[in-house]
């Protein structure tokens, strides 16, 4: 190491601790902001695309293809379906079961991707604590 790359480098790491301290320093004096969650909900605004809680807005479109369930990473949906047979002879699968773990839900949205009747969605909703892990398994329908 040459001493002209030994200097170089010296006066790059004050000069990128001088940068981060400045950034610092501006954050210090602006004025913070609070929002009182549990009392003040009015204010609070969740955006649209937020992946809150699995849905099942259109039950009668799920043919228990079992695909969500395939391309869950972790196992947290599982279809329950039974196979009937129609009036013309076909076999069909019908839904029976819907099981969601909240607990367990990654949030990655492959379910709703791969869902190619659009049956499942994420909701909007948020506030799912509770004192329980049994009480984050939900039925859809």
Wanted: hydrophobic share 35%.
């Amino acid at each position: 190491m040459t001493v002209v790359e030994y200097f170089s480098g010296l006066f790059g790491g004050i000069k990128s601790l001088l940068v981060g301290m400045s950034v610092t320093w501006v954050e210090l004096w602006k004025k913070k902001v609070t929002e009182q969650y549990p009392e003040n909900r009015a204010t609070l605004v969740i955006p649209e695309r937020t992946r809150g809680e699995l849905t099942m807005p259109r039950v009668s479109a799920c043919t228990a293809c079992g695909l969500c369930q395939l391309n869950c990473p972790n196992g947290t949906i599982q279809v329950i379906s039974n196979t009937v047979e129609t009036e013309d002879g076909k076999k069909k699968k019908v839904l029976e079961q819907y099981l969601y773990d909240l607990g367990k839900c990654t949030f990655c949205n492959l379910c709703v991707l791969s869902c190619s009747q659009n049956a499942i969605a994420f909701a909007n909703t948020f506030e799912n604590a509770m004192f329980t892990r049994e009480k984050l398994n939900r039925k859809l329908n």
